[in-house]
């Protein structure tokens, strides 16, 4: 069998002798997941929010290619206005912008749905982000007003083409109700086509996209879990951008290869190993401070490779404003034996632990099974696929969950949906506070309330003190985002970074013979 005729089958199944010939407007995108979880824009979490970053706006925007909240612009809004008290933002729509799928105009209505969507715990997993608003208002079709119970730092990063800031279709989501996720209607360049399990997900360009028609006619976003398909595929011309595999070895022989261009870059996914203290024995501090103990964080880096990792001093990634870096728990194996001891198990102990199976997760978690190992704590690993990774580990399926995300860059966003007890997994306001932390809770919510920024710091500061004496989890590092593309494919923009860690796909995006 030659290669070409190979890749195609692992991509495509069955159907590779049907599928239609590919344009030269078609784009070929690789993602290591077997499928995708959620296309609810409030609910997406992951590779789903990867993909969404090419469906939705928000009222603003990361220009194409910046993290840099300092950098956004106007998105859906062409302007806006700020009350002396900050409590109080008017935004003025831009005219004529269309939904997919014949949804029809942007209005106001819209974005008052949306957002209130956003806010709602009962529909949204980002409902603790938007929980500062108290009112808002459709003034007339074209103009927006947002009343703040408190003046929000960053307050223009909620609004931006981010999680819970994309802005969706009232029409739609009325009549859609709890098929929303299967049919995402937005605003951008690309819209949803169809969605074949464990296979694809078809975008097709929005012909009425308010910035211009785009150059990609459609885009395939193709499940590909193993790494070496992936490579394969993309040798064999079946793919022209790939998720890559976040290992030094990997990285370095791709810098080596003309067919292909390296892109790593942030914000990164901030790596941390939560402890379940509702499992037993992690309800006991002394476990929790010997599995501290017993991770070697330099050795993960080491691992990992110098040019995609960081390592992490506190449970706020590195470079959030507020991250403190004045606590510390320093590799000491006999130290975690020695707890282990105090607190009962001289024998040691066996955790059951969910762990996904994709190359950014599994082969770390099998260094952190070894080093645990070695104090006496025996990690019962339970290697799933990604999506039921996510399932599990917000059913407290887990022991310890090894999690790794990029918000938004101030200390508030990771203490609020990681260690605030209203963000606990299995609650109604759940989000991702996996090990069922509370002791910040007083600290993290006198921040949010806080107008002036140095006690705001200090109180960020207190809520990082509490959490890591508590050890609700180990910081272990940043893992930067690995992207490969050909040399064929022109995303259009200078490319630095991305808040929704992937390459956006704008209408400048093109492919060149």
Same mark, same amino acid.
């Given at each position: 069998?030659?290669?070409?005729?190979?890749?195609?089958?692992?991509?495509?199944?069955?159907?590779?002798?049907?599928?239609?010939?590919?344009?030269?407007?078609?784009?070929?995108?690789?993602?290591?997941?077997?499928?995708?979880?959620?296309?609810?824009?409030?609910?997406?979490?992951?590779?789903?929010?990867?993909?969404?970053?090419?469906?939705?706006?928000?009222?603003?925007?990361?220009?194409?290619?910046?993290?840099?909240?300092?950098?956004?612009?106007?998105?859906?809004?062409?302007?806006?206005?700020?009350?002396?008290?900050?409590?109080?933002?008017?935004? /003025?729509?831009?005219?004529?912008?269309?939904?997919?799928?014949?949804?029809?105009?942007?209005?106001?209505?819209?974005?008052?749905?949306?957002?209130?969507?956003?806010?709602?715990?009962?529909?949204?997993?980002?409902?603790?982000?938007?929980?500062?608003?108290?009112?808002?208002?459709?003034?007339?079709?074209?103009?927006?007003?947002?009343?703040?119970?408190?003046?929000?730092?960053?307050?223009?990063?909620?609004?931006?083409?981010?999680?819970?800031?994309?802005?969706?279709?009232?029409?739609?989501?009325?009549?859609?109700?709890?098929?929303?996720?299967?049919?995402?209607?937005?605003?951008?360049?690309?819209?949803?086509?169809?969605?074949?399990?464990?296979?694809?997900?078809?975008?097709?360009?929005?012909?009425?996209?308010?910035?211009?028609?785009?150059?990609?006619?459609?885009?395939?976003?193709?499940?590909?879990?193993?790494?070496?398909?992936?490579?394969?595929?993309?040798?064999?011309?079946?793919?022209?951008?790939?998720?890559?595999?976040?290992?030094?070895?990997?990285?370095?022989?791709?810098?080596?290869?003309?067919?292909?261009?390296?892109?790593?870059?942030?914000?990164?996914?901030?790596?941390?190993?939560?402890?379940?203290?509702?499992?037993?024995?992690?309800?006991?501090?002394?476990?929790?401070?010997?599995?501290? /103990?017993?991770?070697?964080?330099?050795?993960?880096?080491?691992?990992?490779?110098?040019?995609?990792?960081?390592?992490?001093?506190?449970?706020?990634?590195?470079?959030?404003?507020?991250?403190?870096?004045?606590?510390?728990?320093?590799?000491?194996?006999?130290?975690?034996?020695?707890?282990?001891?105090?607190?009962?198990?001289?024998?040691?102990?066996?955790?059951?632990?969910?762990?996904?199976?994709?190359?950014?997760?599994?082969?770390?978690?099998?260094?952190?099974?070894?080093?645990?190992?070695?104090?006496?704590?025996?990690?019962?690993?339970?290697?799933?696929?990604?999506?039921?990774? /996510?399932?599990?580990?917000?059913?407290?399926?887990?022991?310890?969950?090894?999690?790794?995300?990029?918000?938004?860059?101030?200390?508030?966003?990771?203490?609020?949906?990681?260690?605030?007890?209203?963000?606990?997994?299995?609650?109604?306001?759940?989000?991702?506070?996996?090990?069922?932390?509370?002791?910040?809770?007083?600290?993290?919510?006198?921040?949010?309330?806080?107008?002036?920024?140095?006690?705001?710091?200090?109180?960020?500061?207190?809520?990082?003190?509490?959490?890591?004496?508590?050890?609700?989890?180990?910081?272990?590092?940043?893992?930067?985002?690995?992207?490969?593309?050909?040399?064929?494919?022109?995303?259009?923009?200078?490319?630095?970074?991305?808040?929704?860690?992937?390459?956006?796909?704008?209408?400048?995006?093109?492919?060149?013979?």
């Amino acid at each position: 069998m030659k290669i070409k005729s190979f890749v195609s089958a692992m991509l495509l199944g069955a159907g590779a002798l049907t599928a239609p010939a590919l344009t030269a407007a078609t784009l070929q995108v690789g993602i290591g997941t077997s499928d995708i979880s959620n296309l609810d824009v409030h609910r997406a979490t992951g590779f789903d929010s990867m993909l969404l970053n090419h469906v939705f706006n928000g009222l603003v925007r990361f220009p194409p290619g910046i993290a840099d909240p300092s950098k956004l612009e106007p998105d859906l809004a062409e302007k806006w206005e700020e009350s002396n008290d900050h409590l109080v933002w008017t935004f /003025h729509l831009r005219k004529g912008v269309q939904f997919h799928h014949g949804y029809g105009e942007l209005h106001a209505d819209d974005v008052v749905y949306s957002l209130t969507r956003a806010a709602d715990v009962k529909r949204s997993s980002q409902a603790a982000t938007f929980e500062p608003i108290e009112k808002l208002e459709a003034v007339d079709p074209y103009t927006v007003r947002i009343t703040l119970k408190r003046p929000v730092p960053g307050f223009l990063g909620m609004v931006a083409n981010y999680r819970g800031g994309n802005i969706t279709s009232k029409k739609a989501g009325e009549e859609l109700n709890d098929n929303f996720g299967t049919r995402p209607i937005g605003t951008g360049p690309f819209q949803v086509e169809e969605h074949v399990p464990q296979q694809h997900v078809k975008l097709k360009a929005h012909a009425d996209y308010f910035r211009g028609q785009p150059k990609i006619d459609e885009v395939f976003w193709r499940f590909v879990v193993s790494d070496s398909s992936r490579d394969l595929a993309f040798k064999a011309g079946q793919l022209d951008l790939i998720y890559g595999r976040r290992e030094q070895r990997w990285v370095e022989g791709v810098r080596e290869r003309k067919d292909m261009v390296l892109d790593i870059f942030g914000p990164g996914e901030f790596r941390t190993l939560h402890l379940n203290r509702t499992v037993k024995p992690l309800d006991d501090p002394r476990v929790r401070q010997a599995v501290a /103990h017993a991770v070697n964080v330099d050795e993960i880096v080491q691992f990992v490779g110098k040019d995609i990792a960081e390592k992490g001093c506190s449970v706020v990634p590195p470079g959030y404003l507020g991250e403190d870096c004045s606590f510390d728990y320093n590799y000491d194996l006999e130290k975690a034996k020695q707890l282990l001891a105090e607190a009962g198990h001289p024998n040691g102990i066996t955790l059951p632990v969910v762990v996904s199976n994709i190359s950014s997760q599994l082969p770390i978690m099998e260094v952190i099974q070894n080093q645990l190992g070695k104090a006496g704590i025996t990690l019962d690993m339970k290697v799933v696929d990604h999506p039921t990774y /996510h399932e599990q580990i917000r059913k407290n399926a887990s022991a310890m969950v090894f999690y790794g995300a990029a918000r938004y860059p101030v200390a508030d966003t990771y203490l609020t949906e990681f260690y605030d007890s209203a963000a606990t997994v299995g609650t109604p306001t759940a989000i991702t506070n996996f090990s069922h932390c509370s002791v910040g809770d007083e600290a993290i919510r006198a921040a949010r309330v806080e107008a002036d920024p140095d006690k705001r710091l200090e109180y960020w500061k207190q809520a990082q003190t509490l959490i890591n004496q508590d050890v609700c989890g180990v910081p272990l590092f940043e893992l930067r985002q690995v992207w490969a593309r050909s040399t064929k494919l022109d995303y259009g923009y200078e490319f630095h970074g991305d808040i929704n860690i992937a390459p956006p796909l704008t209408e400048r995006t093109a492919l060149t013979k």
